[in-house]
């Protein structure tokens, strides 16, 4: 089995910051690319970051130059920095990530529990 736990959520003024962690652990060979997402009641996921197990990373127009996603490949976790955080950035959010389990198989996408991030005005 793989887990996902997130962790750092939690209530901020706008213009703070936080950083998430979502830590990996089980059966794992390998992880492609880990992203994060974010949703709020009523409304779709939404994409607000990736990043590929080289690097490569990838934002939402609404957070670039705000937020950073990283990652360590060794520990199996990934961050995502939030500063200049805005109220419309409140949500929960979710990491996800792409899962070998045996190094030959498919990829599977798992995804973690959630974390509450509210930004207060």
Same mark, same amino acid.
């Given at each position: 089995q +793989?887990?996902?736990v997130e962790s750092g959520g939690g209530l901020v003024q706008a213009g703070g =910051?936080? #950083?998430l962690s979502? $830590? $990996?652990s089980g059966s794992i060979?390998?992880?492609n690319v880990m992203g994060?997402? #974010?949703q709020v009641p009523g409304k779709q996921?939404?994409?607000v970051a990736t990043i590929t197990s080289g690097g490569q990373s990838n934002y939402a127009d609404s957070v670039k130059g705000r937020f950073? +996603? =990283?990652r360590d490949n060794a520990k199996r976790t990934q961050?995502?920095?939030m500063n200049s955080l805005k109220p419309e950035d409140t949500a929960v959010y979710y990491c996800n990530a792409w899962v070998s389990i045996r190094g030959w198989d498919r990829e599977t996408l798992y995804w973690g529990q959630g974390t509450q991030v509210t930004v207060s005005s």
């Amino acid at each position: 089995q +793989v887990q996902l736990v997130e962790s750092g959520g939690g209530l901020v003024q706008a213009g703070g =910051s936080l #950083r998430l962690s979502c $830590a $990996a652990s089980g059966s794992i060979f390998g992880i492609n690319v880990m992203g994060w997402y #974010r949703q709020v009641p009523g409304k779709q996921r939404e994409l607000v970051a990736t990043i590929t197990s080289g690097g490569q990373s990838n934002y939402a127009d609404s957070v670039k130059g705000r937020f950073t +996603v =990283s990652r360590d490949n060794a520990k199996r976790t990934q961050y995502l920095q939030m500063n200049s955080l805005k109220p419309e950035d409140t949500a929960v959010y979710y990491c996800n990530a792409w899962v070998s389990i045996r190094g030959w198989d498919r990829e599977t996408l798992y995804w973690g529990q959630g974390t509450q991030v509210t930004v207060s005005s």
